[in-house]
């Protein structure tokens, strides 16, 4: 494993996607800064975290066994890992909210962003960033956001933090090297946040409606039991779960 630390950068996926451009990183290449100054989240959400305080991390994994249709269970095996990573710091009521926010209770701890290398239609590695909030204590006009010391009341080893994640990682890669696609799909699914409870989405045109998530397709796309009794599929940008 080779790791790289840095005082401050704009975005670890961006040097990990700038230096993939030339050649390949190694397998499990990490990339990890004390501040992102330009930390990007789902959809070009900004990432803000304190300096010092938090992981903002990526890590390169080499992907030529994978075909590019199961882009999603990537997202799913790398949700998995971090949940495993945490629950060995006793992290309470730990779920997935879709499709890789990772809360506890309702709290949000963890984002991930992913970018795939493809090249010629094929898959060539992916780049996993994740912010993970360990100590920070203060989230201005953030009320969704808590960390890890906040929800325990312990200041965390940020470098024992990372060891874990990156050692959860190499046991879900290897599960999806090894085809463990069903059993990945129903375990990420049971974490499911609001998973059989009615919920409220917004739509991308500003509309609200009720439903109850179900599960995923193997693509990632949120099944929702609607009001009208039809289970219906949303890509990302359709819909919003609501807290």
């Keep these: 494993m080779y ?7 704009d975005s670890t996926n961006t040097y990990l996607k700038d230096m993939s451009t030339a050649t390949l990183p190694m397998d499990y290449t990490v990339v990890i ?11 070009g959400a900004k990432w803000r975290a304190e300096s010092g305080k938090n992981l903002t991390a990526s890590v390169f994994k080499r992907l030529s066994f994978f075909n590019v249709t199961d882009q999603f269970y990537i997202s799913m095996a790398v949700s998995l890992a971090i949940i495993k990573a945490l629950r060995s710091f006793k992290i309470p009521q730990l779920r997935i909210k879709w499709p890789n926010d990772i809360l506890s209770a ?9 970018e795939n290398v493809i090249k010629n239609n094929n898959l060539q590695g992916s780049i996993i960033g994740f912010g993970l909030n360990v ?5 201005d006009n953030l009320p969704q956001a808590s960390s890890m010391s906040l929800v325990t009341g312990v200041i965390f080893n940020k470098d024992e933090v990372l060891s874990e994640v990156l050692k959860q990682l190499k046991v879900h890669f290897d599960l999806l090297e090894s085809k463990q696609f069903l059993e990945i799909k129903s375990e990420y699914e049971d974490l499911l946040f609001r998973k059989n ?5 917004r739509t991308s045109k500003n509309d609200s409606f009720s439903g109850i998530i179900q599960g995923v397709t193997e693509n990632g796309q949120l099944q929702v039991w609607t009001e009208d009794g039809i289970i219906k599929t949303f890509d990302l940008k359709e819909i919003k779960l609501l807290y």
């Design 197 to 201: 409870k009615p919920s409220t989405f």
């Design 3 to 9: 790791i790289i630390k840095l005082n401050a950068i």
């Design 106 to 114: 309702d709290t949000k701890l963890c984002g991930i962003l992913i």
């Design 33 to 43: 800064a004390e501040l992102q100054t330009k930390g990007r989240g789902q959809m």
């Design 135 to 139: 100590n920070q204590k203060f989230f």
